[in-house]
């Protein structure tokens, strides 16, 4: 049986590992939309991450992201990247699952790389915990992130490398 026809890509992957980058730069090279999942949720509760945390809470964040996913499942010609802890829930991935021609691309990109990027964001995962307790979500989602992926893509080089790459293992029309 031939491979499924790409309608929309899924980045997912650690905070830092470059998924806004490799997901913006993609969605150029194929002349589709770019959306941003954290974004989205941004503009709907018109808060930022981190204030959202705050003063509603990690749980309804997860529950937005959730609605999020339904929101994007349908959308065609579309490169999204997804927050870190996105495909981490059940209902989310739920959401998502129903549909082969969603490629869920992991960008696998080692700890120290990401935690360079993030280490001085307001991210609040970031803020929370130290390095060790982050190498160890790192460690757990890792094996997540690649269970939930239809692709493994590596992105410790230049962001068209990982762009090239993606290109090569999925059929788009
Ligand atoms: C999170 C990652 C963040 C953002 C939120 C929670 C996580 O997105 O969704 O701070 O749980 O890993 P990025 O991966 O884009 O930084």
Redesign the pocket.
């Known amino acids: 049986m031939g491979q499924c026809v790409t309608q929309r890509i899924l980045l997912c ?5 470059g ?2 980058s490799v997901g913006q730069a993609l969605a150029f090279r194929l002349k589709w939309d770019f959306l ?3 974004a989205i ?1 941004e503009k709907k509760e018109g808060m930022l ?2 204030q959202i ?1 705050l003063e509603k809470g990690e749980t309804y ?1 997860r529950q937005a ?1 959730a609605e999020a996913a339904s929101q994007i499942a349908r959308r065609k010609n579309i490169v999204i ?6 495909l ?1 829930h059940k209902k989310t991935c739920e959401a998502l699952s129903q549909d082969e021609s969603t490629s869920v691309i992991f960008l696998d990109c080692d700890f120290d790389t990401c935690y360079f990027r ?1 280490k001085n ?1 307001s ?4 803020v929370g915990n130290t390095p060790e307790a982050l190498k160890e ?1 790192f460690d757990h ?1 890792s094996i997540i992130y690649r269970n939930v992926s239809t692709t493994q893509v590596g992105n410790s080089g230049l962001i068209s490398e990982a762009v090239d790459e993606i290109l090569k293992k999925i059929v788009v029309l």
């Open positions: 992957g650690f905070m830092g590992c998924k806004t941003d999942t954290d949720i991450i981190p945390f964040f992201e990247s997804t927050g870190g802890g996105f981490m993030i964001s991210r609040p995962l970031v979500i989602r």
